[in-house]
């Protein structure tokens, strides 16, 4: 969603079609640190150990990005005195439990996974330092006039039932979605 907006500025003829949506319709980023670190925001974790799982969305990177960048420093490898490569958003979590590193940064769908899983281990050990506003949904969009409205309208009547069918449950499993739904009604507001 973030990337279209991005580029609408430079392609104003791409237009929504459907967005992606699962059960976790807020999409953001949180720093997620040790429960007794003394860190109030971002720029108190100057200099320490971030955790950066493999497969970070990109909405992810972006927040961290802008967040540590200043007059000092330009990016979030200068900012951080290391930036960990962790397998997977479970073992940064874990890694910051253990305290191997100073925080981790995760999606929506990756914290609401953990807690759902070691919610006990969570609430004693973690909290939630910063979190992100919220990104605009993963959008599927077109150029206007690139196709006739008739066959727009079947790939969206196509896509919207794509959940009742098991290949499309399946694909939609591997990209993390539960189904396609309608462009809000403030969609490009929220751009």
Not at 109 to 117: G, M, T
Not at 152 to 170: M, P, S
Request: proline fraction near 4%.
């Amino acid at each position: 969603g973030f990337e279209f907006a991005w580029l609408r500025k430079q392609y104003p003829d791409l237009l929504p079609v459907l967005v992606a949506v699962n059960k976790h319709h807020d999409v953001r980023t949180f720093i997620v640190v040790q429960k007794d670190n003394p860190a109030k925001t971002i720029q108190d974790l100057r200099g320490k150990t971030l955790a950066f799982p493999l497969g970070t969305k990109e909405h992810c990177r972006a927040y961290v990005d802008r967040r540590c960048t200043d007059n000092n420093q330009q990016n979030a490898g200068a900012f951080f005195a290391k930036i960990e490569r962790s397998k997977s958003a479970e073992d940064a979590l874990d890694d910051v439990c253990r305290q191997k590193v100073d925080a981790a940064v995760v999606d929506t769908i990756s914290l609401e996974y953990y807690k759902d899983i070691h919610m006990p281990r969570y609430n004693k050990n973690l909290r939630i330092l910063q979190q992100s506003e919220a990104f605009p949904s993963v959008v599927l969009v077109y150029k206007k006039g690139a196709m006739s409205e008739a066959t727009l309208t079947k790939f969206r009547a196509g896509l919207l039932k794509a959940h009742e069918d098991k290949d499309g449950r399946e694909m939609m499993t591997m990209w993390h979605i539960q189904g396609f739904e309608a462009v809000p009604a403030n969609f490009m507001q929220s751009l």
